[in-house]
């Protein structure tokens, strides 16, 4: 989340001079590479203050762990919060660890998604200033930087409903103390299809780069084609001989 926030700061610092002047200059150009680094720190802390493993967490997750994935909970290392554990009389009781830990992450969360959204549309907002104020840009010119906002756009969109809606679903639902009883696991497969799926709006909405890319694969095409080719005339070449010799035997 941190690197996503810091992207889309530095890439509008790529396009506004002022910005980048006033909060780019000497060392604070590395403020963007920073916040990764402090967010694993934080991320850190509160594996080991609030996401612990206790015996109630253990005594919670045992039987879903063994029905789901046939290991015992002993044989496990994890990180978990629980929300509304039992007391000693069964009650339901709030936790006030797992609440705060989720509170900071969601907190991350939100600073991250408030960039993304901030920056974001203050790149599209800049370039479509300058498209309209610039008159002597060419045609080709134009074209370009036209592709390049759709693809801001969607490139915008994509973390925000497979990274972002995820990472809030996992900790909303059950602070609510509401079962999601998802039987396939949307949410780890969101977020691990995103790295591939993030260049494709790039490659394919870009013209040279689509250009390129089915250049490539033509190119890729082609010469399977002429490997397939040049083994079937090898194999004819290499039988003909054997057949003439039979047949003039």
């Known amino acids: 989340m941190a690197m996503f926030a810091g992207h889309f700061i530095y890439r509008y610092s790529t396009i506004d001079f002022n910005f980048r002047n006033k909060y780019f200059a000497g060392a604070r150009k590395l403020f963007p590479f920073l916040l990764p680094f402090v967010c694993s720190i934080i991320w850190g802390f509160l594996c080991f203050f609030c996401y612990d493993e206790t015996l109630q967490k253990s005594l919670y997750m045992r039987q ?116 999601l009883n998802l039987k396939y696991p949307v949410v780890t497969h969101a977020v691990a299809i995103y790295p591939a799926i993030d260049p494709l709006p790039t490659i394919f909405i870009i013209k040279m780069y689509r250009r390129g890319c089915i250049e490539w694969i033509k190119k890729l095409t082609c010469m399977s084609k002429l490997n397939v080719g040049n083994y079937l005339v090898r194999r004819s070449n290499t039988v003909n001989p054997w057949s003439s010799t039979m047949m003039s035997n």
């Open 64 to 179: 879903t762990v063994l029905e789901n994935y046939d290991v015992e909970i002993t044989e496990c290392a994890y990180i978990s919060a629980l929300f509304w554990p039992l007391d000693q009389f069964g009650n339901k009781i709030a936790d006030f660890r797992s609440f705060v830990g989720v509170a900071v992450m969601q907190s991350i969360v939100g600073l991250s998604l408030g960039c993304v959204l901030y920056f974001g549309i203050k790149c599209y907002l800049w370039l479509s200033l300058k498209l309209k104020s610039i008159g002597s840009l060419s045609d080709a010119s134009k074209s370009l930087q036209k592709q390049l906002l759709q693809a801001l756009v969607i490139q915008t969109a994509i973390p925000f409903i497979l990274m972002y809606i995820p990472a809030g679903m996992i900790f909303l639902f059950p602070m609510l103390n509401v079962e």
